[in-house]
């Protein structure tokens, strides 16, 4: 490290989303700690296409002090409020994920157990009939949650965006609070000969950038972890077959625009509709051992809403993570460091876990400690086997059987992880607890029931409840979602009355 009393000099390899994520946070959070220097090349395009996200990138958006109107008029960005999911569990059934909760919890028993008592007696509604954010979403209706502990309170948003535009909005934003950018191509990484450690990096044209700490935000080639370090890659491909999208995006009709991000099965995978202000992002995730890179394009080109943009583009992709997220002095945030596939759109999420986990355990002038680099991948692991979890319960808890694709995710053996917890919801219809992370209760919840799994037993104490009573609180639930519903505008309505999110040069803005 550098002498004591001055900062640890940062260099983080790799514009794009990650990139400027990382540059961004650590110059705002850590100003009199660490100094930043990024490289990357206009020749080096990046991945994004259109993005969904999770309610975690309002946290991040707020901590850095980015106002959220700039910042969405800046991308194209909508509201979202969960994801609609077709055609998963059996073709022609659907439900919506929602950022929220069902219900409450009473005498300490959770809304859900209530739900399936009266659900097998035959006097509940459908279960998210009982969410303010799925009533919100199926309405396209939209209006920011309540900052007390009312009804309204109950659901967070997130946004829908232009990827190609969010990375040289963070740019602008990480240089202009002192983030130093070069523009170069990495030829050589140097190594201290002693300890392994990256020394500097080498650019095409002779500079010499030196570093304590090294980020590799280089995209799925892992410029410095995965080459430089051999960092093993562990490949998820058995459990998550999907590795290509085909993206395609298109025009959209403005009389309304939906606060959700739609994923529709297909017969090798599932397609995405991602609403913008400008446009509509649409594309198709498979499976490239079970359907050509030609037939999905042109499955998404006969599916997608609107006029096509421009012709379907093909992004190839492997789902896993490395062994060791960071290793020596080098911390990989993004895709260098892992991959998982959109389906519940974990990606800027999981860059953002892992900045968060650096910035925590961010090392001082006296070096990087072992235990940290150590707690580091353990968090950062931990974090990507739940979400790869979640996903594969999309895929496994299904009944279709009319194709390949279909037939092998339903049958294969899942992780031990997610068994465990399958047999847990179908035992005693319970969700393992964590105090940390992603996809808390509801989560889990939405996708079992909204797939059909429903569990063999839920919690006996409900059974005491008088049911009438208990099915007229849940009546007057309803009620109260559906007046606050009707009290929301639009999400188009609301866009176009908060003109300081709307891109000038957008339809949505006349």
């Not at 829908?160 to 990375?167: H, M």
């Not at 740019?171 to 500097?200: K, M, N, P, Q």
């Not at 991948?377 to 299904?398: G, M």
């Amino acid at each position: 490290m550098t002498e004591q009393g001055s900062k640890v000099r940062v260099v983080v390899l790799g514009g794009g989303t990650a990139g400027w994520m990382t540059a961004a946070s650590l110059i705002r959070l850590l100003p009199d700690t660490a100094s930043v220097d990024l490289i990357e090349s206009e020749d080096i395009g990046i991945v994004g296409v259109g993005e969904a996200t999770l309610p975690h990138i309002r946290g991040f958006v707020e901590k850095l002090g980015i106002d959220e109107a700039a910042f969405m008029k800046a991308t194209h960005a909508t509201f979202k409020l969960g994801i609609d999911f077709r055609d998963f569990g059996r073709i022609g059934e659907s439900y919506i994920h929602p950022f929220g909760s069902f219900g409450e919890e009473v005498a300490g028993i959770g809304f859900h157990h209530y739900w399936l008592e009266l659900q097998r007696q035959g006097r509940a509604a459908p279960l998210g009939d009982y969410s303010l954010a799925v009533a919100a979403a199926r309405a396209n209706r939209f209006a920011p949650p309540a900052q007390d502990h009312t009804l309204a309170s109950t659901y967070g948003y997130a946004y829908q965006f232009d990827a190609t535009l969010f990375g040289p909005f963070m740019r602008e934003f990480a240089c202009r609070h002192g983030v130093t950018r070069h523009e170069g191509l990495v030829v050589d990484v140097e190594r201290d000969g002693a300890s392994g450690d990256v020394a500097a990096l080498l650019l095409a044209d002779g500079r010499r950038i030196e570093g304590d700490l090294f980020v590799d935000c280089s995209g799925f080639r892992s410029l410095l972890l995965g080459q430089a370090l051999g960092e093993e890659w562990e490949d998820w491909t058995h459990w998550l077959p999907c590795d290509r999208a085909a993206a395609m995006p298109c025009t959209h009709e403005t009389q309304d625009i939906r606060p959700f991000t739609i994923a529709t099965a297909m017969p090798a995978g599932w397609r995405w509709q991602i609403p913008l202000q400008h446009r509509m992002g649409n594309g198709y995730v498979f499976s490239s051992a079970h359907i050509s890179e030609d037939e999905a394009c042109a499955a998404i080109k006969a599916a997608a809403e609107g006029e096509p943009l421009a012709e379907p583009r093909i992004l190839k992709f492997r789902p896993g993570r490395r062994k060791h997220s960071w290793s020596h002095n080098v911390v990989a945030v993004g895709l260098a460091s892992g991959f998982l596939e959109p389906l519940e759109s974990t990606s800027i999420y999981l860059a953002q876990m892992a900045i968060t986990y650096l910035i925590e355990l961010f090392p001082d002038q006296g070096g990087i400690d072992p235990r940290d680099v150590a707690e580091f991948n353990r968090l950062v692991d931990v974090e990507y086997d739940r979400v790869r979890d979640f996903l594969i319960l999309h895929y496994n808890a299904t009944t279709r059987d009319d194709s390949e694709f279909w037939n092998h995710v339903r049958t294969m053996q899942v992780p031990d992880t997610l068994a465990d917890k399958l047999e847990l919801w179908r035992k005693a219809a319970r969700i393992e607890k964590y105090a940390d992370g992603l996809f808390f209760d509801a989560s889990w919840i939405a996708v079992y029931v909204g797939q059909g799994l429903l569990p063999e037993r839920h919690d006996a104490r409900v059974a005491l409840a008088d049911p009438v009573r208990v099915a007229g609180a849940l009546e007057r639930l309803r009620g109260a979602i559906a007046a606050e519903v009707a009290a929301m505008p639009g999400h188009l309505e609301y866009l176009r009355g908060e003109a300081g999110r709307l891109a000038p040069e957008d339809a949505l803005a006349a």
